[in-house]
C-alpha cells in the first residue's frame, strides 16, 4: 500500500496524540497518587498487567533491535520503551512515521534500515 499524505498526516496525528494521552496520563498519576512502584499497588492483577505489558514491550524492543543499525539507537530506544511504555512505543511509531514520505510503501516503516559504515 503506498502512503498518501492525507494517510500519512492522519497517522502522524493519531501517534502524537497517543503519545501526548500517554504521557499525560502517567504524569498526572505519579503527580496525584505518588509512586507506582508502592508495595500496596502490588495486587495480583498489577502483576499480571506488568507482566502483559512488559511481554508486549519485548516483543516491540526484537522488532526495533532488528530495525535499528545502531548499537547505540538500540540501547537509548530500550530503555525509553522500559521506562515509558506505550508513550515511548508512540513515539517510536511516530518517529518511524515522520521518515517516511507520501508515495512510499507502508511496510518501510518496518523493515530494517540500510546499513551504512559505522553505524553497527
Known amino acids: 500500500m503506498l502512503v498518501g499524505s492525507m ?3 492522519s497517522a502522524r496525528a493519531c501517534y502524537v496524540v497517543l503519545a501526548v494521552i500517554t504521557t499525560v496520563t502517567i504524569v498526572y498519576t505519579c503527580s496525584t ?3 507506582p512502584l508502592r ?3 502490588l495486587t495480583p492483577w498489577m502483576k499480571a498487567t506488568l507482566i502483559d505489558l ?3 514491550v519485548f516483543v516491540l524492543l526484537c522488532w526495533m533491535w532488528y530495525k535499528e543499525t545502531s548499537t547505540v539507537a538500540r540501547v537509548l ?3 525509553f520503551f522500559c521506562v515509558m511504555g506505550g508513550a515511548g512505543t508512540s513515539v517510536y511509531v511516530l518517529v518511524q512515521l515522520f521518515q517516511l514520505s507520501p508515495g512510499q510503501p507502508l511496510h518501510k516503516i518496518l523493515l530494517r534500515k540500510p546499513i551504512t559504515a559505522g553505524t553497527a
Do not use: A, K, M, Q
Open 7 to 9: 494517510f500519512l498526516n
Open 33 to 35: 497518587d505518588g509512586s
Open 39 to 41: 508495595s500496596e499497588l
Open 54 to 56: 512488559y511481554t508486549n
Open 77 to 79: 530506544w530500550s530503555l
